[in-house]
């Protein structure tokens, strides 16, 4: 059971066991589905979007030769390719919103270790200590714990979304529209690739340049790291700009910090370790280790 006040930072990674590309593998499918023919999976939506073959072919072209990391950061830096690039990532993500992708399966993943922990009754949910702040836009931890409790513990879909409410999940750069058991206004866990869905999507979706550190979002999730006596980073890049908005000099000071470091190179580790206030730097875990094994090796639940 968790019983410090806790927040879990995600990234891309985290949502990678679940069917969705983290930013350079990303930018290489949208790149790949734009070369396809006429009917690809891209290309059509974006076509009837209103989108001419020549914008969808230059920002192809520009995105495969920039060499940025991500279709955010590209984007950053090109905001003219801004509506299209953002209905192209709503496009490829609502694709990817497969339900049986969300269902356990005999090799256990990460969300299912996390509400393993958590507890065995809905008040152990309704009374955790734990918030999650992410960085990513797909809903999947959401439509995975409201299916959780649900099933587990006879929850009416609206019992089910307090629970879920209470785990005040901030997606800080947006998300590919509200869960539809939180918002009226929002839409179910679909991978239907319908106008309506992908505006909805790209009404939702924010820019880093779009952004600043007031924000709501951001000031909610800085609130909420203040209030924590534990942060874990999951699957997460450790890109400046992101630590410079949580502002990491002032909140971080005194916490037990800890961060997955997936592949991360030695060299790398300790760039991120140095981008944390001394003394109080992060504990990094092992770069073989996945969400899960990160996890299951770190103190993050004691």
Same mark, same amino acid.
């Given at each position: 059971?968790?019983?410090?006040?806790?927040?879990?930072?995600?990234?891309?990674?985290?949502?990678?066991?679940?069917?969705?590309?983290?930013?350079?593998?990303?930018?290489?499918?949208?790149?790949?589905?734009?070369?396809?023919? &006429?009917?690809?999976?891209?290309?059509?939506?974006?076509?009837?979007? @209103?989108?001419?073959?020549?914008?969808?072919?230059?920002?192809?072209?520009?995105?495969?030769?920039?060499?940025?990391?991500?279709?955010?950061?590209?984007?950053?830096?090109?905001?003219?390719?801004?509506?299209?690039?953002?209905?192209?990532?709503?496009?490829?993500?609502?694709?990817?919103? !497969?339900?049986? +992708?969300?269902?356990?399966?005999?090799?256990?993943?990460?969300?299912?270790?996390?509400?393993?922990?958590?507890?065995?009754?809905?008040? &152990?949910?309704?009374?955790?200590?734990?918030?999650?702040?992410?960085?990513?836009? &797909?809903?999947?931890?959401?439509? +995975?714990?409201?299916?959780?409790?649900?099933?587990?513990?006879?929850?009416?879909?609206?019992?089910?979304?307090?629970?879920?409410?209470?785990?005040?999940?901030?997606?800080?750069?947006?998300?590919?529209?509200?869960?539809?058991?939180?918002?009226?206004? @929002?839409?179910? *866990?679909?991978?239907? !690739?319908?106008?309506?869905?992908?505006?909805?999507?790209?009404?939702?979706?924010?820019?880093?340049?779009?952004?600043?550190?007031?924000?709501?979002?951001?000031?909610?999730?800085?609130?909420?790291?203040?209030? +924590?006596?534990?942060?874990?980073?999951?699957?997460?890049? *450790?890109?400046?700009? #992101?630590?410079?908005?949580?502002?990491?000099?002032?909140?971080?000071? @005194?916490?037990?910090?800890?961060?997955?470091?997936?592949?991360?190179?030695?060299?790398?580790?300790?760039?991120?370790?140095?981008?944390?206030?001394?003394?109080?730097?992060?504990?990094?875990?092992?770069?073989? &280790?996945?969400?899960?094994?990160?996890?299951? #090796?770190?103190?993050?639940?004691?």
């Amino acid at each position: 059971m968790i019983t410090r006040p806790t927040v879990l930072i995600l990234g891309a990674g985290a949502s990678q066991p679940y069917g969705f590309p983290p930013g350079r593998e990303l930018v290489f499918t949208v790149i790949s589905h734009l070369q396809s023919g &006429d009917d690809s999976s891209l290309r059509r939506p974006l076509r009837e979007m @209103g989108f001419t073959e020549a914008t969808m072919s230059e920002f192809r072209d520009e995105l495969l030769l920039s060499n940025q990391p991500s279709v955010d950061a590209f984007l950053e830096s090109r905001p003219e390719f801004i509506p299209v690039g953002k209905a192209a990532i709503a496009v490829e993500l609502i694709a990817r919103e !497969t339900p049986d +992708a969300l269902v356990r399966r005999p090799d256990m993943r990460w969300y299912e270790y996390l509400f393993n922990q958590i507890g065995t009754t809905r008040d &152990d949910f309704l009374s955790c200590p734990l918030r999650i702040v992410t960085f990513n836009y &797909d809903r999947s931890l959401e439509y +995975a714990l409201h299916r959780t409790v649900k099933s587990a513990f006879a929850l009416t879909d609206a019992q089910a979304a307090e629970i879920v409410r209470s785990f005040s999940v901030t997606h800080v750069h947006g998300t590919v529209g509200p869960p539809h058991f939180l918002d009226i206004n @929002g839409r179910p *866990y679909t991978n239907s !690739t319908a106008q309506g869905n992908i505006a909805l999507a790209v009404q939702h979706i924010r820019i880093v340049h779009e952004l600043d550190a007031k924000t709501p979002e951001f000031e909610i999730a800085r609130s909420l790291i203040g209030q +924590a006596q534990v942060l874990a980073f999951i699957g997460f890049g *450790y890109h400046p700009t #992101n630590l410079k908005r949580l502002r990491i000099d002032s909140n971080y000071k @005194g916490r037990t910090i800890l961060g997955s470091a997936y592949h991360l190179a030695e060299a790398e580790m300790h760039r991120v370790r140095a981008s944390f206030p001394r003394p109080h730097s992060i504990e990094l875990g092992h770069p073989v &280790d996945d969400c899960l094994e990160f996890l299951r #090796n770190s103190p993050v639940f004691l």
